[in-house]
């Protein structure tokens, strides 16, 4: 008799999918396992978030799975939309692969020009790789775009040094430069 394809004979019960707050503690602890990198630990819990109920985690920990068995086997991840190119960018961003990081939101912006969380993860990019003008300027778009990135910003550890740093400054904190 053929086996279920994931390990368990046909006489094991499934585990239960996790609810809402495990699955984003397995994807949490996911992705510290991948960050160091390793990758079979880090598949089999982004598989355990993947079943959960919040879609958007599921559809990343999908997502980061098949990363980590592309990585398994050597191979650079296919990414077929601008939300994998994201996905892979922010991984990225983690290993602090600033260049490869950017390339990948530069395909997913191109795929998806009006996508606010782009810019705003160029910008921290910009801002790790010194180059604070740049940041401002994709911080200011994604202010454009969805002005509660503004608050985001602010309240992102990520920015707390950088955001204190012109141009960004003035961009982040506009009330300070006010005259009265």
């Given at each position: 008799m053929a086996g279920r394809g994931d390990g368990r004979s046909p006489e094991q019960p499934a585990e239960p999918a996790p609810d809402a707050a495990e699955q984003a503690r397995c994807f949490e602890q996911g992705v510290r396992l991948f960050?160091?990198?390793?990758?079979?630990?880090?598949?089999?819990?982004?598989?355990?978030?993947?079943?959960?109920?919040?879609?958007?985690?599921?559809?990343?920990?999908?997502?980061?799975a098949r990363m980590c068995e592309q990585r398994l086997a050597g191979r650079e991840p296919a990414l077929a939309s601008a939300e994998d190119h994201y996905?892979?960018?922010?991984?990225?961003?983690?290993?602090?692969?600033?260049?490869?990081?950017?390339?990948?939101?530069?395909?997913?912006?191109?795929?998806?020009?009006?996508?606010?969380?782009?810019?705003?993860?160029?910008?921290?990019?910009?801002?790790?790789?010194?180059?604070?003008?740049?940041?401002?300027?994709?911080?200011?778009?994604?202010?454009?775009?969805?002005?509660?990135?503004?608050?985001?910003a602010r309240n992102d550890p990520d920015f707390a040094w950088f955001a204190q740093q012109p141009p960004l400054a003035e961009i982040l904190n506009p009330e300070r430069n006010r005259t009265p």
């Open positions: 960050q160091a990198r390793d990758f079979a630990a880090a598949r089999q819990i982004f598989q355990r978030a993947a079943c959960g109920p919040a879609l958007e985690i599921a559809h990343a920990a999908r997502q980061r996905n892979y960018a922010v991984l990225l961003l983690n290993e602090r692969r600033w260049e490869q990081a950017e390339a990948h939101l530069q395909k997913a912006l191109a795929e998806n020009p009006a996508g606010d969380h782009l810019y705003y993860a160029l910008a921290l990019c910009r801002c790790w790789r010194g180059d604070f003008p740049g940041a401002a300027q994709y911080m200011r778009r994604a202010i454009e775009l969805q002005p509660s990135n503004l608050i985001a």
